[in-house]
């Protein structure tokens, strides 16, 4: 059973910091590439940010570039998602999802986890 565990979510202070983590099982985590999604009340979910199945190559939303670091551990099979700087237009529901395309598309996301930056 595939199963992606999102945690890490919170209400935190505009200027703070959140680390958002995966835990992903049920799938051969290092041969996905992961990415964290997001979904903003009223609006579409937005691509923050992707990383390469060994983690050598990453990619990001420029609204978050400088700010995010997104990183796994494929021994823990696990994404995670540090995010500093914190404005509140990040205030969303973040999604982690796992993505590979070899000879067809195979995909799974996670619950989500709320992110709330407020003072």
């Known amino acids: 059973q595939v199963q992606l565990v999102e945690s890490g979510g919170g209400l935190v202070q505009p200027g703070g910091s959140l680390r958002l983590s995966c835990a992903t099982s049920?799938?051969?985590?290092?041969?996905?590439?992961m990415r964290w999604y997001r979904q903003a009340p009223g609006k579409e979910r937005e691509l923050v940010a992707a990383?390469?199945?060994?983690?050598?190559?990453?990619n990001y939303a420029d609204s978050v570039k400088g700010r995010f670091t997104i990183s796994r551990d494929n021994a823990k099979k696990t994404v995670y998602l540090q995010m500093n700087s914190l404005k509140p237009e990040d205030t969303a529901v973040y999604y982690c999802?796992?993505?590979?395309?070899?000879?067809?598309?195979?995909?799974?996301w996670g619950q989500g986890t709320q992110v709330t930056v407020s003072s």
């Open positions: 999802n796992a993505l590979r395309a070899v000879s067809r598309l195979v995909e799974y």
């Open positions: 049920g799938f051969t985590f290092s041969t996905y590439g």
């Open positions: 990383i390469s199945t060994a983690g050598s190559s990453t």
